[in-house]
């Protein structure tokens, strides 16, 4: 009897353990075709319902894709044509950032104390304690629509920030700055030191907010210089997580890898149509061989 009581007793803290393990988990809730996600940016892998996305993988989501990932009462939702990465670090107080290159993003975050997620986009960074707000990237701007709570918006080249609340939005162009709206009323921008984007805009060859000196300087850094900055961790100067998920010195699935995957995404499985040109080819090479084959056998 006392061994049958110690086996449920292991077996209920080996459960409690693997729950608590997978607590911090980003799994999918729902997800149409055209949606994959790669961890290294070269290999695409289709989403389904049920999966566990791993930490620091980037999701590309097609024409008619939608993917809605998971994780407590949290949620964030991709849209149609929309690419996005997910960054999670653990030591100590959980902390999230989503790396947003494209598309539009629905996302419910858990309210706590401290501000604990970040919205990073090629022109705007978005932190919050607890919100459901919206997230929408072009290849010229960035806006933020929040539907509850409060959200801190900061322009990176403009040098402003605002926050904004319920019924309020913030528009960033990669030129002109940012732009505030409201139902009732209008958040107020304030002016801060400006700074550089961590990813660039579809397209793009140099980040928002960096002058030609330093763009002339980050192309010419050697690659083991720049993947260096912020390995493992935190990077106190920034505020951003450490390197996984950079691109060189800043974050992004790089623009071959970006375009890559809308077209993996586009096509529903991540094969492309280079796959269907192949098959075909290959079933060409296959018949002109056989007939070949058959005109030497009436030889």
Same mark, same amino acid.
């Given at each position: ?19 608590? $393990? ?6 999918? $809730? ?23 996305? +791993? ?5 590309? @989501?097609? +024409?008619? &894709? ?10 964030? /939702?991709?849209? +149609? ?56 990237? /072009? ?5 933020? /629509? ?7 918006? @900061? ?30 009323? @209008? ?6 030191? +400006? ?10 060859? @140099? ?48 623009? $071959? ?6 077209? $993996? ?29 058959? &005109?030497?056998?009436?030889?």
């Amino acid at each position: 009897m006392f061994r049958v009581f110690s086996f449920f007793l292991v077996l209920f803290f080996f459960a409690i353990g693997s729950a608590n $393990a997978a607590e911090g988990d980003w799994q999918v $809730a729902r997800a149409s075709q055209q949606v994959n996600f790669t961890v290294d940016k070269r290999n695409w892998v289709a989403v389904r319902a049920g999966d566990i996305i +791993p930490n620091t993988a980037w999701i590309s @989501t097609g +024409p008619r &894709g939608r993917v809605q990932l998971v994780r407590g009462v949290e949620s964030i /939702s991709f849209q +149609p044509n929309t690419v996005a990465g997910v960054f999670t670090s653990d030591f100590g107080e959980r902390k999230t950032e989503v790396v947003e290159q494209a598309g539009v993003l629905d996302l419910e975050i858990e309210k706590r104390s401290k501000p604990h997620t970040t919205v990073q986009t090629p022109f705007l960074a978005a932190v919050v304690k607890g919100t459901i707000f919206r997230v929408s990237v /072009s290849k010229s701007a960035a806006e933020v /629509s929040v539907n509850r709570g409060l959200v801190q918006v @900061t322009s990176f080249a403009s040098g402003q920030r605002a926050n904004v609340g319920p019924g309020q939005g913030a528009s960033v162009d990669g030129v002109k700055g940012m732009t505030v709206s409201g139902d009732v009323s @209008t958040p107020v921008v304030t002016a801060v030191a +400006p700074s550089v984007a961590r990813v660039p805009a579809v397209g793009a060859t @140099t980040l928002n907010g960096q002058t030609e000196t330093e763009s002339s300087k980050a192309s010419s850094t050697p690659s083991s210089v720049s993947n260096s900055a912020g390995s493992g961790g935190r990077d106190s100067a920034s505020g951003s997580f450490g390197s996984e998920g950079r691109n060189g010195n800043h974050y992004g699935a790089d623009n $071959a890898s970006s375009n890559g995957s809308m077209n $993996a995404a586009s096509n529903g499985n991540g094969s492309g149509k280079d796959k269907d040109k192949q098959d075909k080819k290959d079933k060409k090479d296959k018949k002109d061989k056989k007939d070949k084959d058959k &005109g030497k056998g009436k030889r």
